[in-house]
């Protein structure tokens, strides 16, 4: 049959290819975004079924694809990131804006901090006046990322009269006496902490059938145990503050889609998780919110499609703005939520995908 998902799928494959995708296939058959076309079947001939040879066939662009497999690359393997240039006031002629979105005065920890989107989101609370702890597996990243946002920060705010405080700190976020060692070092170093981003995670694509059960404990552990261990951890300390707090999950667009056509996806669990913990905190003026990326463009997202250049179409072609993310569009979501701008905003899933989930 041919759906009202296929029709819009057939249509946006006529625009052109603007980004990225954030898995790499193993090994993989060329993807064509090539239009459906109607089956020509009668109603007795029974239900179409995908043709790996004729992609056109009715619901193949709604399907995973086996052959897409993705392992993620050790930590040697992943480039470094930069911090944004260019996101302060040199310049750039500010206008005033809500004194409610200023983090002036906030300590900020965001974990898995030392590269791609966490580093931003960073850099973006530095930028909006928070001092920051960046918390990776990573120490030694961390901390040359600590020192190049202050030097960025420097030359983006030259009459600044105050430099932030960065630091960086080692967690893995899985390991529950880890994490508390690390909030212990980062309260010792900052002397509190006020909001939180739960940045660390990756994504692995394997059949559900043939993915090891280790594999699958480990991306458990990071994307989810790793969030709730973080987020605990600071609401006890927030409590014994008597403090309000703000805590931004990061999630994915996958946690309201499946995608296609690689397999599989554990943040629906973190979406879930923050609406859960939004409701049991509230009463200590503690907010829990989520943002859910779509597909963004870091610097390993376009090294994998460097290798991989047929997989823009298609994954371009199902975004409405037909083109991936940028890291720093990242940036002022997580600022909003952070701040007393949002201060009635909790529970909430904020979805930066381009459109993405709602064709």
Known sequence: MFTLRAFRTAMRTARP???????????????HSTPMRRSTKSENDGPDTADP????????????????TV???????LPSSAPVEGAGRAGVQVYPTLATFSLQGKVGVVTGGARGLGLVMGQGMVVSGADLAIVDLNKEEGIKQAE?????????????????????????????????????EIIKEHGKIDNL?????FTENF??????????????????????LFATAVARHLMERESKGSMVFIGSMSGSIVNVPQPQAAKAAVRHLAASLAVEWAHAGIRVNCISPGYMLTALTQKILDD????????????????????????????????????????????????????
């Open 17 to 31: 290819a603007m980004g990225m995708c954030a898995v790499a296939p193993a090994a993989a058959r060329p993807i």
């Open 53 to 68: 040879e004729h992609p056109e066939t009715a619901g193949s662009f709604a399907r995973t694809d086996a052959t897409v």
């Open 71 to 77: 392992e993620y690359p050790e930590d040697h393997e």
């Open 148 to 184: 190049n946002i202050i030097e960025t920060f420097k030359a983006d705010n030259p009459n600044a009269k105050k430099l932030p405080k960065v630091t960086a700190h080692y967690a893995d976020v899985g390991d529950p006496e880890s994490v508390d060692a690390c909030i212990a």
């Open 197 to 201: 981003v739960t940045s660390a995670g």
């Open 207 to 228: 059949e559900a059938t043939k993915y090891p059960i280790d594999r699958m404990r480990k991306l458990w552990a990071v994307n989810v145990d790793g969030t709730y």
């Open 308 to 359: 991989n250049p047929d997989l823009k179409e298609k994954w371009t072609s199902l975004i409405p703005q037909g083109k991936m993310g940028a890291p720093e569009d990242l940036m002022g979501p997580v600022t909003f939520l952070l701040s007393n701008a949002s201060d009635y905003v909790t529970g909430a899933d904020l979805r930066v995908d381009g459109g993405y989930t709602v064709t």
